[in-house]
C-alpha cells in the first residue's frame, strides 16, 4: 500500500512562496505518476500539477503556469511543488496523489493513492 506525506505547508502573505513536499513509501511498481490537487473551502478538488515517472515533462493547471514549478528527486519517492507570486485564492488543502499506471489525469477520482493534505494560506 502507498502511502504519501505531504509537508511544507504553512500562513504566507500574498506575494510570497512556499514550497510544499510529498514523501512516497510502500510502492511496489515503477511506472507512476504523481500530481498536486488543492481543495478551498467549499469548493471541489482541483487539479493543480503532475508528472510522470514514466517519461515527459510536468503538466501544470492554468492556475499553477508562471508561478508554481514541479520537480521531483528520481533517487528518491519524492516530489516538490514550488509555489511562487502566491495569492490569497490560492489558500486551500494541498494534496499530493499517485496513479500506479503513470498516466495524468486531471480528475481527482482517477488517483489510486492520495495524502492527507497541507494546509496553504495565504494572507492578503
Known amino acids: 500500500q502507498v502511502q504519501l506525506v505531504e509537508s511544507g505547508g504553512g500562513l504566507v502573505q500574498a506575494g510570497g512562496s512556499l514550497t510544499l513536499s510529498c514523501q512516497a513509501s510502500g510502492r511496489t511498481f515503477s511506472n507512476y505518476a504523481m500530481a498536486w490537487f488543492r481543495q478551498a473551502p467549499g469548493k471541489e478538488r482541483e487539479f493543480v500539477a503532475a508528472?510522470?515517472?514514466?517519461?515527459?515533462?510536468?503538466r501544470y493547471a492554468d492556475l499553477a503556469k508562471g508561478r508554481f514549478i514541479l520537480s521531483r528527486d528520481n533517487a528518491a519517492p519524492l516530489m516538490f511543488l514550488q509555489m511562487n507570486s502566491l495569492k490569497p485564492e490560492d489558500t486551500a488543502v494541498y494534496y499530493c496523489?499517485?496513479?500506479?499506471?503513470?498516466?495524468?489525469?486531471?480528475?481527482?477520482?482517477?488517483?489510486?493513492?492520495w495524502g492527507q493534505g497541507t494546509q496553504v494560506t495565504v494572507s492578503s
Open positions: 508528472a510522470s515517472w514514466t517519461g515527459g515533462g510536468p
Open positions: 496523489a499517485e496513479s500506479r499506471y503513470g498516466y495524468i489525469y486531471l480528475e481527482p477520482g482517477a488517483w489510486d493513492y
